[in-house]
């Protein structure tokens, strides 16, 4: 089996990771001229409008970002407005940023380089004003195209191996990548944006969901050539990432899915020519599961190294005496700002102001941010795969210097004193949006440990905990009107900041919060 193949992964990671030397000799430049366009055009398919009154669901951001999974046993079957709001509030266009020579749509969520790669479809039985079908999400209209029409859920179903989430859901969101819309950029580090921006997606998405009591899932284990074919993409260009089941009717029985046919549907150019990464599709494949059969093993029995190994799981105390105690709000004391109020006014601060944030801030951030995500790869019980290692900068009542999160003792662990905020800009490839936040945060891995449990799909999954986390920090800065940013890095220098407690881990993702030096409404 490919997923066993662990060099695979250790020859993408390793040849992507960023380095002060790797970034003065890169070659590399930003072909204007021939930049991709951020859409997925079907340009031969009618469009299907959706609605566009979106109903508030009343519940504040950070109830919505925290929630607990709806129970599998409750029956709950979304309607049309119900999933046209999902959408929206997971890729919709929320507002537009005119410029001297054009125009920046923002999204629901971040994205590397606001280059917006990521596109989202929907696998559906009948449902009240929508066939049985599949269908694109087209966010610069506003509306779903009808790839295939029929019942295709059980197919789905078998590709996940008969995951129960997945069996049991009237609607399945399928998120897929078209590689060169961030490959233009940032080349063949473009497969672990996949993941990053995808997590962000999943975050705003899992929200939406349980603001209005949609049952959701996240589920990585599944037969690609299966889903990739049911989407009709072309591999060599895009792959599926996640699929989403929403809502649950545990009595359905879908039947016999039809014949998948080829599909030959016609999409505009992205660009005038697209520049192939093969690292890319090497890393995709190595990855990916080929038979219902490695689908079973690989969720139900994923363990090389038991999941109930938690000590070698979870960050090491080093000192009770350099420990702080988080204080977030609880959920009474919380701001009221819906997700729908937040998600619309969210966006990616370009300047932070040095101001500092109370603990109470950080604190109900990293409460509300790590409260679990439901998934096929995690057991509730088991520690999560990312640590978070923080740089604090400027938060009242707590020393300037580097820490660690005890999410089991919900407090922070600090690992050396002092001002890092010039480490902190060299961190973040010398940028200022690091040094100038009042709080950095990366979350790291232990890789090894990962591949072992996991195979090469270990490192999609450590790649997604890791962004739905930065995607519920996202979430949770702005609905107390604080401001964040996602971030690359220098990899193997910011290991060995956080060293030694963090020796031999891996960084996945990096997000910077405080105070926006602009305010944006």
């Known amino acids: 089996m490919k997923n066993r193949e662990l060099e695979a992964t250790w ?87 005119s410029y001297p020579g054009g125009e920046i749509l923002v999204r629901a969520a971040a994205c590397t380089g606001a280059l917006y790669h990521i596109d989202l479809y929907l696998v559906c039985g009948d449902l009240p004003g929508l066939e049985a079908g599949v269908y694109h999400f087209d966010p610069h209209d506003f509306a779903l195209r009808r790839l295939r029409k029929g019942d295709y859920r059980a197919g789905l179903g078998r590709a996940s191996g008969e995951e129960p989430s997945i069996v049991n859901a009237p609607a399945v969101v399928i998120c897929a990548s078209t590689y060169w819309r961030n490959a233009w950029k940032y080349q063949s580090r473009a497969y672990r944006h996949c993941y990053w921006d995808n997590g962000t997606i999943l975050a705003n998405l899992l929200a939406a969901a349980a603001a209005r009591k949609v049952a959701a899932r996240v589920v990585v ?6 889903v990739n074919q049911l989407l009709g993409l072309d591999t060599e260009r895009e792959g599926a990432l996640t699929l989403v089941p929403l809502g649950n009717v545990p009595a359905m029985e879908p039947g016999p899915p039809p014949e998948i046919e080829p599909l030959t549907l016609e999409t505009v150019p992205l660009s005038k020519r697209e520049v192939d990464y093969p690292a890319i599709q090497a890393m995709h494949q190595a990855s990916s599961l080929e038979s219902e059969e490695e689908v079973v093993i690989w969720c139900r029995q994923p363990s090389v190294v038991s999941c109930a190994d938690t000590e070698a799981s979870t960050p090491r105390l080093t000192s009770e005496e350099r420990l702080f105690p988080l204080r977030p709000l609880d959920d009474h004391e919380i701001p009221q700002d819906t997700i729908e109020e937040v998600i619309r006014r969210r966006g990616s601060t370009r300047q932070f102001s040095h101001e500092s944030i109370s603990f109470t801030q950080l604190s109900t951030m990293l409460h509300r941010a790590t409260r679990g995500i439901p998934t096929d790869f ?43 905020r010039r480490e902190a800009g060299y961190l973040g490839l010398g940028q200022e949006i690091p040094a100038d936040a009042s709080v950095d945060v990366f979350l790291l891995t232990d890789l090894n440990r990962v591949l072992e449990r996991f195979g090469n799909r270990g490192y999609r999954a450590a790649q997604l905990e890791a962004s739905i986390t930065g995607g ?22 910011v290991t060995e900041f956080f060293s030694p407690h963090a020796a031999g881990k891996n960084v996945m993702f990096l997000i910077a919060l405080g105070k926006s030096a602009k305010r944006s409404g």
């Open 11 to 97: 020859a993408y990671h390793n040849g992507t990771k960023h380095s002060y030397q790797s970034i003065r000799t890169n070659p590399h430049y930003l072909d204007w001229e021939n930049q991709p366009i951020p859409f997925k055009i079907y340009s031969k398919l009618e469009p299907i409008p959706l609605p566009q009154h979106l109903s508030p669901s009343g519940m504040p951001a950070l109830l919505a970002i925290s929630a607990p999974p709806q129970q599998p046993e409750r029956e709950s079957v979304p309607k049309v407005q119900t999933l046209t709001e999902i959408h929206f509030l997971s890729a919709g266009i929320t507002r537009r940023k």
């Open 378 to 420: 995690l057991d509730p019980l088991a520690p999560p795969l990312n640590d978070l290692y923080l740089i604090i900068h400027a938060v009242d009542d707590l020393p300037p210097g580097a820490y660690v999160f005890h999410r089991d003792r919900l407090a922070l662990e600090q690992l050396k004193e002092g001002n890092f």
């Open 221 to 226: 284990g599944f037969v690609d050539a299966a």
């Open 472 to 493: 519920k920090l996202y979430l949770s800065a702005y609905a107390q009107r604080l401001g964040a940013s996602g971030l690359t890095f220098f990899d193997d220098d």
